[in-house]
């Protein structure tokens, strides 16, 4: 039996809280949201967080969302401050 990979976005974005950074963890498919106090250690948390997720889905015998992010394009748009600022 061929084990099945899910493949799930996740973006990772750091906060200040005061002098120190953590990073905040996002999987929208499933909508699990975690922390951690470096890069490795939120993503070992978001897995942790997929997983479980996951697990109650089956159990509750629901429809496990999939990424298909293969075929998503991720970009980031640069927008002038000093044309926001004169639009209003």
């Given amino acids: 039996m061929e084990k099945q990979v899910l493949n799930y976005r996740v973006i990772i974005e750091p906060e200040k809280m005061g002098r120190k950074t953590v990073y905040n963890a996002y999987c929208p498919s499933l909508r699990v949201v975690d922390y951690g106090d470096s890069i490795e250690e939120v993503l070992k948390s978001i897995k942790d967080g997929i997983n479980l997720a996951i697990e109650c889905l089956v159990e509750e015998k629901k429809e ?11 970009t980031a748009v640069r927008i002038p401050r000093n044309r926001l600022v004169s639009s209003l």
């Fill in 64 to 74: 496990i969302p999939q990424d298909n992010i293969e075929e998503q394009l991720i």
